[in-house]
């Protein structure tokens, strides 16, 4: 298995090279640039010039994303013009947030969508059912945003129980039990509203497959020799339906990752999403570029995480 992982590893070399080179290609197809709309107009034109031609923004694009490749192999992805920092400082400072806001967001997503589509697919054409199927309708046709700044009104000012902005108070010790705790509170309403309308494909694909499985002869064997219901269920059923949710396990944490855009924004959440906005609306295309190259190449790693995941899973599907 392993020498598939190198192999697959160096295939995604000039995957990553074409990508770099994609997204260096929108990012100078943007209007603007750091310069536009962000000094006084009374400056002079002839010194704006200067400082592009010092930075190398008239120079011909292949220059440019060959002068820029050199640097990020060197771990330099440029100076962000809007917070006058490195922004690989920048990334290291927002990219913990993200993380942690996806695993706890994953966490509460197949929490929830593992025993709903369980019990879906158990009791099919029941009441339970008819609900969850409506849960599932109703979360797919709610748009994030709409549900992030309902619940950002209603629990968030309305009701006061989840802060409303940030990812930690001001004041609290770093290391602390008390710190943990605070960034888990700042967390939990982002995360929750994320779950809610995550679990739609999971419990959709666990549900028909519990269906279908139920008809196969290897349950009715199972039941034929007196094994309990609820053995058949945990045992024999779960394990073969959850084959087409652990193959997509990769790309859901991928997903969350590439996907906390609205999320963080609605909750002024300091992470990956938050700052990939900001740069955009104010053309700070250094930190643009690295947002976009960071979050292709987790998609890439996802895509092997899952095959890896389902291999673990199914003993019968080895990537060799």
Excluded: C
């Excluded at 120079?59 to 490195?86: A, C, E, I, L, M």
């Amino acid at each position: 298995m392993w020498k598939t992982v190198v192999r697959r590893i160096l295939i995604m070399i000039p995957q990553i090279i074409i990508l770099s080179v994609l997204i260096f290609m929108i990012a100078k197809m943007m209007p603007g640039d750091p310069f536009t709309g962000k000094v006084d107009p009374n400056t002079d034109p002839a010194q704006i010039e200067a400082l592009r031609a010092e930075l190398g923004l008239n120079d011909p694009w292949w220059q440019q994303y060959v002068r820029w490749v050199q640097n990020v192999f060197h771990g330099d992805f440029g100076q962000s013009f809007t917070f006058k920092v490195p922004v690989i400082q920048l990334l290291g400072e927002r990219i913990g947030n993200t993380i942690w806001l996806s695993i706890l967001s994953l966490i509460l997503t197949y929490m929830l969508a593992l025993p709903l589509g369980l019990l879906a697919g158990r009791y099919n054409g029941s009441r339970l059912d008819r609900f969850v199927t409506f849960y599932n309708y109703l979360s797919y046709s709610i748009p994030t945003f709409v549900l992030g700044l309902l619940f950002l009104w209603l629990f968030g000012y309305n009701m006061g129980w989840f802060p409303t902005g940030g990812s930690v108070d001001l004041g609290v010790v770093p290391g602390t039990i008390q710190y943990v705790a605070n960034r888990f509170y700042h967390m939990l309403l982002p995360a929750i509203t994320y779950a809610l309308l995550g679990t739609t494909g999971i419990v959709q694909y666990l549900r028909s497959e519990v269906v279908d499985a139920k008809q196969e002869d290897y349950v009715k064997t199972a039941r034929s020799k007196g094994v309990p219901v609820e053995k058949v269920y945990t045992k024999h059923i779960f394990r073969n339906a959850i084959l087409p949710v652990a193959s997509s396990f990769g790309y859901e944490i991928t997903g969350l990752i590439g996907g906390s855009v609205f999320i963080e924004q609605i909750f002024a959440y300091p992470g990956m999403g938050q700052l990939f906005i900001q740069s955009i609306t104010s053309r700070d295309y250094s930190v643009v570029l690295a947002v976009m190259l960071l979050t292709g190449i987790m998609v890439l790693f996802g895509t092997l995480l899952s095959d890896i995941i389902l291999s673990i899973v199914d003993p019968r599907i080895r990537i060799e």
